[in-house]
């Protein structure tokens, strides 16, 4: 896999994975919702990870400037 996203889209997304993770864990967003953002959460943990979004290369995009 070839790394298609910047340091900045990676940490925007392990920001908003922390936000998900406190509505889910602090009682904010029950249920469904509440699942929906923990699976989110973990997908865009994953993805800053392996610096790597396959939506974006679904849609030939790149943040990735190297």
Known sequence: ????????????????????????????????LGIVLVVLSAVFLLTSIVSFCPLYRLFKLSTYKG
């Open 1 to 32: 896999m070839k790394s298609n996203m910047s340091n900045t889209d990676r940490v925007i997304r392990v920001v908003i994975a922390a936000l998900f993770a406190y509505l889910y864990f602090g009682g904010v967003v029950t249920g469904t």
